[in-house]
């Protein structure tokens, strides 16, 4: 499932529940970039349970795998937490390929990823501020150094205006821009789950993790990667941020300057702790729009319209609401970059999420759901 990243965590994983079954065999891992290709084998009518929660139940898979319960499991989830790996020693010999020198101990490695984010195909898969590496450079003393997908763009541009004589590292390939940011010593991952891992294996001893965008739990709810217990850590807490097109950058970078904390691990796992789900039924009730519902969830649509659903409303009441549905429109990233201060909210876990915020506080705020809402 997905990109290079996102296939090595779903590895690590499968390695994870195969450590906890005597005589576990893997197979079905296509990782041709690292030389793991297994293939599949023929069903012949196995028992097998797929998994595609977020949070893995490695115990109760593999009580069910050792008691012969299932013969096999079907991991179908991205599984990027933290619950779904095992200990980062346990993993340092996967993904090795030649040597590469890294960075030196007086430099500061910024992965920078463009690719498929520059036209904002992922809201969040985000551009890391400028201002962020700014202000990591003046508090550190390091040197900065700018590594992966440097091609031409606005951000690019912008970001050479302001380090004029950082040195710069262009991609070489996944194997060798792995092995780079693995080897460095000072290292600020991109918000990107290939770069996350590069620095999460490192021998790194410090890594800038700035908790954003993917990285921010409160805002990709079904992602934790956020290593609590790894000394190595530093966490930058940033507001809600969700992804623009590359030629809209600077204006939403804008409204995050200045806004992201450094949090000590222990005051950000109990920010994370007490986050808990504020939604409301009767709050979204007054917003609901009926064309709306019905055109964003086709199996709605297709249920009202045989009639088997007296409405989309009845279906958001009685269903849709505990299934965390959406009611009505709102633009995220233009909420967000519109309302800083709705973005802050939504950082530290104040509502849960940006339709909450709308009608817990916006709403009452004069807060408009996009540019085309009067």
């Not at 690292?34 to 084998?41: A, F, H, M, Y």
């Not at 202000?135 to 700018?146: C, H, I, N, S």
């Not at 070489?172 to 789950?193: H, K, Q, Y």
């Amino acid at each position: 499932m997905g990109g290079l990243g996102n296939r090595m965590i779903q590895y690590l994983a499968a390695l994870a529940l195969g450590a906890r079954v005597p005589d576990a065999r893997l197979i079905k891992i296509h990782l041709p970039e690292w030389g793991i290709q297994i293939p599949p084998e023929p069903e012949h009518g196995a028992r097998i349970e797929v998994v595609t929660s977020d949070r893995i139940p490695y115990d109760r898979l593999a009580a069910a795998l050792t008691a012969g319960a299932v013969d096999r499991v079907d991991i179908r989830t991205y599984a990027q937490r933290m619950e779904n790996l095992l200990p980062v020693r346990a993993y340092h010999g996967l993904f090795r390929g030649s040597p590469v020198a890294g960075t030196g101990p007086h430099e500061l490695l910024c992965n920078i990823r463009q690719g498929e984010i520059v036209d904002a195909r992922h809201p969040d898969y985000v551009l890391v501020p400028i201002d962020f590496y700014v202000d990591l450079v003046a508090q550190t003393g390091l040197e900065p150094v700018f590594m992966g997908q440097l091609e031409d763009s606005p951000y690019m541009r912008a970001l050479h205006r302001r380090f004029p004589r950082a040195r710069t590292i262009p991609s070489r390939g996944p194997e060798a821009d792995f092995a780079l940011i693995r080897a460095s010593a000072n290292i600020v991952p991109a918000v990107s789950t290939f770069s996350w891992l590069a620095a999460w294996l490192s021998q790194a001893e410090r890594i800038f993790l700035p908790v954003l965008g993917l990285f921010h739990p409160f805002q990709s709810k079904s992602t934790f990667l956020l290593p609590l217990q790894d000394p190595r850590y530093s966490f930058h807490l940033f507001p809600y941020h969700y992804a623009v097109k590359i030629d809209q950058f600077a204006a939403a970078h804008e409204s995050l300057r200045g806004q992201w904390r450094l949090m000590p691990p222990g005051r950000l796992g109990a920010l994370i702790a007490r986050f808990t789900n504020t939604r409301t039924l009767d709050l979204h009730l007054p917003a609901f729009d009926e064309s709306f519902y019905l055109a964003r969830y086709g199996d709605v649509a297709q249920a009202v319209a045989s009639r088997g659903m007296p409405s989309g409303r009845h279906h958001f009441e009685r269903f849709g609401f505990a299934e965390g549905r959406e009611a009505f429109p709102i633009d995220r990233a233009w909420y967000c970059q519109t309302y800083p201060v709705a973005a802050f909210e939504l950082g530290q876990g104040d509502v849960y999420d940006v339709t909450d915020h709308y009608v817990q506080i916006g709403r009452a705020r004069g807060y408009r759901r996009g540019p085309g809402d009067t």
